[in-house]
């Protein structure tokens, strides 16, 4: 299986968490936070959106604002800012792959929002906290929640976040190496995320049973079922032009790094080269080293396939 699609397949979790905006509609945030007239309770609303918004692209602002956030609470005793920041540190500390400092934040939160009653934060909460059981193969045991968080969704009737809770039960079926029950689970998120027009649950998913198709088209790194391979990538480039629209640099650096596998597998080196370069200027562009260096080994390896060794010798 392709299992190195795991670095894109961990983001849907991640994702449901936090989506990118852009510098541009944080420069008026950041201004009116400024603002000393400004109210303490908007403070805390603008300093939790500003820090998502720079959770694609600049992690240090993002955990500054999330951390601003959390004295604010603080000093004026706003429990359910207080919640709100440890959990918005939390997904900063979750997209740098800081996974026992992301949990502990997390569990901040979720001890606060049960002690308010507050099921509907807690769902989330435990979406959250399933991405730190996720990252470190703890499948089980983030299935647990995301059941758990599912079923707080169902009934309240929130359609768009069933059907992201639906796409990461997939994503762990998946890993679990049931792919009957993940392609089940994600073909259900994903006929609810387009009734909720919801464009980027939409991508994850596609993404996912693009996995699924892979796998059933590809042993060994030997394509084996080519209608399944050419599902994949219908699936992987439609979900680009949805990630493309959000301008979701990270995802679109994992996804066209995983196109360019795919290409690989089929031998096709040019289109292979032209996704693998794709995939390291996103990850340029949000200075990703650690996806960086994954798209350095990806474009050395393809030209150790391609008997280019004066090439691969510059990565």
Not at 173 to 198: P, T
Request: include cysteine; hydrophobic fraction near 40%.
């Amino acid at each position: 299986m392709l299992r190195a699609m795991n670095y894109f397949f961990k983001l849907f979790l991640i994702l449901s968490v936090g989506l990118l905006k852009g510098q541009n509609n944080n420069d008026s945030l950041i201004k009116l936070f400024n603002k000393a007239s400004t109210p303490d309770t908007v403070k805390l609303s603008l300093a939790g959106d500003i820090s998502w918004n720079f959770l694609s692209d600049d992690v240090e602002k993002a955990i500054l604002y999330a951390k601003k956030e959390l004295s604010l609470a603080q000093s004026i005793n706003h429990k359910k800012g207080m919640a709100q920041a440890y959990s918005d540190i939390g997904n900063v500390f979750n997209r740098m792959g800081v996974f026992d400092s992301t949990l502990s934040y997390y569990q901040s939160a979720l001890k606060i929002r049960q002690s308010l009653n507050d099921h509907v934060k807690s769902a989330g909460i435990y979406s959250n906290i399933a991405t730190v059981y996720l990252n470190q193969s703890r499948f089980k045991e983030a299935l647990e929640l995301n059941f758990k968080s599912l079923k707080i969704y169902e009934q309240i009737g929130d359609t768009i976040n069933q059907a992201k809770i639906l796409g990461n039960i997939g994503v762990l079926y998946y890993n679990l190496d049931q792919n009957e029950s993940a392609h089940k689970f994600d073909l259900k998120g994903l006929r609810l995320a387009r009734l909720a027009h919801s464009r980027l649950t939409e991508a994850n998913i596609m993404v996912q049973i693009a996995g699924i198709k892979y796998d059933l088209g590809v042993k060994h790194d030997t394509v084996f079922n080519k209608r399944d391979v050419d599902s994949c990538l219908y699936y992987f480039s439609e979900a680009e032009k949805i990630l493309a629209e959000y301008n979701a640099l990270y995802s679109l650096g994992a996804l066209t790094n995983n196109m360019g596998r795919v290409y690989t597998v089929l031998k096709d080196y040019d289109k292979a080269t032209q996704y693998y370069t794709k995939a390291l200027t996103y990850r340029q562009e949000m200075n990703d080293s650690y996806g960086i260096a994954l798209s350095y080994l990806a474009l050395g390896n393809l030209h150790k396939i391609q008997k280019n060794y004066k090439a691969t010798c510059l990565f």
